[in-house]
Structures are given as structure tokens and as C-alpha cells.
């Protein structure tokens, strides 16, 4: 019987080879890492006072404020826009919340803008310093009504408390594996102006 030898056991390979994966080769012993200067939870109160007028001849605030009929506030935190100021041991944060107005349970288009600012203590801290801000959530909602008087119009005051964790970090240099401190990343990020930049950023619904 004839043996059919395989001529494609003849033919030549390729042999892969994986590269490498040595670590590379580092000038230093030294990591820049982020040092805390602080964190904090804050409250943020975005309000916002409008003449009832505004709403529609339907809108009527009655003694002590009661508002007829039924007014309430649906929040958009998707479009909520924050801006960090830091300057020298503070953290200024502005911004504001959009909103829908809801009268009677029956959804209007009238949108309203609700601003807000907040000042947090953060010693240490300074204007090149790294903010981080959770998502918003929202705590409570407040619709007053506020009755005229004299001069003042009768008007809608709404309110949205706000809660969010600020953060300040600030890349240092330091030594393993003990993690001992070497000096600042940035030698003169507390030698300028004490003046700092604002920072305009979106921030995403919880």
C-alpha cells in the first residue's frame, strides 16, 4: 500500500512571538500622586422669585400665601450647569437649574432658570488645585407663594435645596512604599495671585 507522505508538513513556519512585556525602565523612584487638601458635602440652594402675573390671570395668592390652584416644580438636574471658582482657601461655586412649571397637575411650557452660589471653606486650598464635584441630588422642593403688599406685586417664589460632595486634590511628588512626601508637583502653585479661574462645567443627573 502506497504511504501518501504530507507535503505540507514540509513547508516552512512562521513562529509568532509575543512581545516583551517587561516593565520599562523609570528614571526615578518617585510618583506623582493626589494629595487631599479637603473634601466636604455642601447644600446648594437654587431660588428663584417671579410675579404671579408671570403664571397666568389663573395664578391667585391668597392669604398667607396660598397659591390657587396647585402649583409645583419639575426639575431638569441633567441640565443643571455648575461653575467652580478656587481661589486661596475658598471654593466659590455658580451656577443654575432649569426647571418646568407645573400648574393644576398639567405640565405648561413656561421654564424657568433657578441660579445659585455657594461659598465652602477649604484651607489650604489654591487657585491651581483640582475640583471634583459629585452629581447633584436633590433634597427638597419648595413652591411659596408670597402675597402683595403695599409697593410689592404678589409673586412665586421656588426653591430647589441641592446636595453635592466638593473635593480639592493637588498632584504631589512622593516615595514608595511608604509614600513619603517630596515636594509639590507645581513648587509655585501657592506663590501667585490669589485670584483663580472659573471653571464651567455640566454635571449629570445622579
Do not use: W
Not at 45 to 60: R, Y
Not at 144 to 165: C, H, M, N, P
Amino acid at each position: 500500500m502506497e504511504n501518501h507522505h504530507d507535503h505540507n508538513h514540509d513547508c516552512p513556519k512562521c513562529e509568532e512571538r509575543l512581545p516583551g512585556k517587561c516593565p520599562p525602565k523609570l528614571t526615578s523612584d518617585c510618583f506623582v500622586v493626589n494629595s487631599l487638601v479637603c473634601s466636604r458635602e455642601v447644600q446648594k440652594v437654587a431660588e428663584l422669585t417671579i410675579p404671579a402675573v408671570t403664571l397666568g390671570d389663573i395664578v391667585v395668592i391668597g392669604p398667607g400665601g396660598v397659591i390657587t390652584p396647585l402649583i409645583t416644580l419639575q426639575p431638569d438636574l441633567s441640565g443643571l450647569v455648575s461653575n467652580v471658582l478656587l481661589v486661596r482657601g475658598k471654593i466659590i461655586n455658580t451656577g443654575y437649574l432649569p426647571a418646568n412649571i407645573v400648574i393644576a397637575g398639567v405640565a405648561t411650557p413656561l421654564q424657568i432658570n433657578l441660579p445659585f452660589q455657594q461659598e465652602t471653606e477649604c484651607p489650604g486650598a489654591c487657585p491651581e488645585d483640582t475640583v471634583t464635584e459629585t452629581p447633584f441630588q436633590i433634597e427638597a422642593i419648595v413652591v411659596q407663594g408670597i402675597e402683595a403688599l403695599g409697593i410689592s406685586v404678589a409673586s412665586v417664589r421656588f426653591k430647589v435645596v441641592l446636595r453635592t460632595s466638593i473635593t480639592v486634590t493637588r498632584p504631589v511628588i512622593a516615595k514608595l512604599p511608604n509614600i513619603e512626601l517630596v515636594q509639590d508637583a507645581n513648587s509655585n502653585r501657592c506663590n501667585g495671585s490669589d485670584v483663580g479661574t472659573m471653571n464651567t462645567s455640566s454635571i449629570f443627573t445622579a
